[in-house]
């Protein structure tokens, strides 16, 4: 039995969609217009300011997904145009082979740059923030340094001359629209990304890698895909810009280039494709509007840095997002429909129980957990009580493989569960939430939610960029149900709005719908109730109770009495990480132990 409201779910899903496609597209076609109509209002000297526009964004559209989306801060990445623009000219002179065809050159230096995008991002997944930058500048350092010293094949210090791209596309106007093109051609690819479940979980790495984990987001996997994408772009541009010059020595390509680079992204916003993309525009035309200025060029990138960083930390991107400057209501009710659960979650298997015997785990001289059984059964909540540092969190920790206990065993019907393989933990539908909520601030909350549902969407990252059937297939999949999972929430109205916007309390329900996404057969919730007034209290206990009535055995870290007392089936209390009690929720309620040391009287 459907009520009229839950049948409009995903067609208010697709409308959502579609006029937010829209708006989002058109700034893209208008640069578009301007792009293919320039040469009837642009002089010569523009047709190459708009060339190397064109380049600069071959090479940042790439980037982006790296800097912007993943967070990571590769500084350096002038190392792969200088690699691109050596190969594809090297190539074409016919130094080291016969001589290429100038397409042939850019294809292969394009595979090139991607083997070496992956070489050079590959310290990403060991290395955080700064010392991962100071492995690309070293890489930039050793590929201008290699480019000097084999001179019998790059002409070290005397250089070697660019590609010629013949007919349409050897003239100054051919040349641009041929740049253009694939201009046009990387921004539709990375919008395409960036709107798929791989964008998603790359901003969700950057800013919520242990919710990206527990989604079962593979960390290497996708920015391994990612730096050979960003790489192969890269090394276009750099032929690209090999042909433009028409000569190319190892001192064209600057760390100021690379610097360049960077800072389009951040003054255009981290996450978006539009803002880099005008960035690159303004850092490419800025120095030359006046010719003082081109001598004050990097004087000039880091006031803008500066002041984008110290007046609009969010860029470009933050002054166009008209969207989300209304105000929204104040007086929000978060209103939950447990009716809804049974759809979003369908006929879940009997996934038997999650046990955890005689687990032991001490930090140090603290023993957090010691000696801990624990059953959680499907269809069945658990709770879990004790006061602050008694090990509950530690306990959630341990099942979801971000610790190894010292002792004892966690398994899943019988079969122990893999330590450490923490993104596995998705595919056997083991879901959490955390007790500090783990959101992706600057996206939506649609787009938080349906991060949850990662793993189940079934086109590759190349089906993604291209925006093949498999990928539009797997966005009205996860888009339709992850409206379904925030009307089941209560949060369906705020769906558009970015989730740094969100109170407390939406973010706790936030982190519950993207769990559910997963359609969870385990669902572990740290103190889903911390925050929330004594209504939403009450409402998150139906919720859960329909959750377990849809088969799902769910695992409830809780402080307050009356959630747990109303709401679970079997209830452990925790005590300095040992077992105080365990039994039915009547049973506790008159254990005397537990009344004395915890409950209170
Ligand atoms: P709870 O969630 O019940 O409040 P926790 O599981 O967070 O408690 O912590 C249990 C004990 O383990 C505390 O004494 C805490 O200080 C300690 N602990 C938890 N995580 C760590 C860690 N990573 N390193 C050292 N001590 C820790
Ligand atoms: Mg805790």
């Excluded at 009716?339 to 955890?356: K, Q, S, V, Y």
């Amino acid at each position: 039995m459907e009520t009229p409201a839950t049948q409009t779910l995903p067609s208010r899903a697709k409308m959502l969609g579609s006029a937010s496609a829209f708006g989002a597209a058109l700034p893209f076609l208008a640069l578009l217009l301007v792009g293919v109509s320039f040469p009837l209002f642009g002089g010569g000297y523009w047709g190459v300011i708009a060339t190397r526009a064109c380049i600069y964004w071959v090479l940042v559209s790439g980037l982006n997904l790296v800097v912007g989306f993943a967070g990571q801060i590769a500084i350096g990445w002038v190392a792969l145009l200088t690699l691109g623009a050596y190969a594809t000219s090297v190539l074409t002179a016919g130094n080291l082979t016969p001589p290429f065809p100038p397409y042939l050159a850019l294809a292969v230096a394009a595979a090139v740059g991607a083997i070496f995008g992956l070489i050079i991002g590959l310290p990403a997944l060991r290395l955080r923030t700064f010392y991962f930058a100071i492995t690309t500048l070293g890489f930039a350092t050793i590929v201008t340094q290699v480019a000097l010293a084999w001179q019998s094949v790059t002409g070290g210090g005397v250089g070697v001359a660019g590609p010629i791209f013949p007919e349409p596309f050897s003239s100054l106007w051919g040349f641009y629209y041929f740049c253009f093109g694939l201009a046009a051609i990387c921004t539709w690819m990375t919008a395409n990304v960036a709107a798929s479940r791989f964008g998603r979980a790359l901003t969700a790495i950057r800013d919520a890698e242990v919710a990206a984990e527990a989604s079962g987001i593979s960390k290497p996997a996708l920015l391994g895909a990612v730096f050979m994408f960003s790489g192969a772009v890269a090394a276009v541009a750099g032929g690209l810009f090999a042909a433009l010059q028409s000569y190319i020595t190892p001192d064209a390509f600057t760390l100021d280039l690379s610097i360049l680079f960077f800072i389009a992204i951040l003054i255009g916003g981290r996450g978006s494709i539009l803002g880099p993309l005008l960035g690159t525009i303004l850092l490419t035309a800025l120095p030359e509007f006046a010719a003082p200025l081109v001598a004050w060029s990097t004087f000039l990138y880091a006031v803008l840095l500066l002041v984008i960083v110290l007046a609009i930390p969010g860029g470009i991107a933050e002054i166009l997002d008209f969207k989300n400057r209304r105000p929204l209501e104040s007086e929000r009710a978060i209103i939950p429909r447990p009716d809804l659960i049974e759809r979003l979650l369908g006929a879940l298997p009997d996934a038997g129980a999650l046990t955890l015997e005689q687990v032991a785990l001490s930090f140090g001289g603290v023993c957090a957990i010691d000696g801990l059984d624990l059953e959680i059964r499907s269809g069945q909540v658990h709770g879990l009580i004790g006061p602050n540092g008694s090990g509950k969190t530690t306990t959630l920790n341990v099942i979801s493989g971000y610790y190894a206990p010292q002792c004892g065993a966690v398994s899943l019907n019988g079969a122990a569960l893999p330590v450490f393989a923490r993104h596995r933990r998705a595919h056997m539908r083991i879901a959490r939430t955390f007790q500090t909520p783990r959101i992706v601030g600057s996206a939506s909350v649609l787009e938080n939610v349906m991060i949850g549902g990662t793993v189940d969407g079934e086109g590759t990252f190349v089906e993604s960029l291209l925006s093949l059937p498999r990928h539009r297939r797997d966005e009205v999949m996860l888009r339709d149900t992850a409206m379904l999972a925030l009307a089941a929430v209560g949060l369906d109205r705020l769906a558009a709005v970015r989730a740094d916007r969100l109170q407390h309390s939406e973010l706790r329900f936030t982190e519950i719908a993207r769990a559910l996404m997963l359609r969870p057969s385990f669902l572990l919730l740290d103190e889903p109730a911390a925050g929330l007034s004594a209504d939403e209290i009450g409402r998150l206990g139906g919720l859960l109770l329909a959750i377990a009535r849809a088969g799902t055995g769910v695992l409830l870290v809780e402080h307050h009495p009356d959630l747990i007392f109303d709401t679970c089936h079997r209830v452990t209390v925790l005590n300095l990480g040992r077992m105080l009690a365990a039994g039915t929720p009547a049973e506790i309620r008159s254990h005397r132990e537990v009344v004395n040391a915890y409950l209170g009287g």
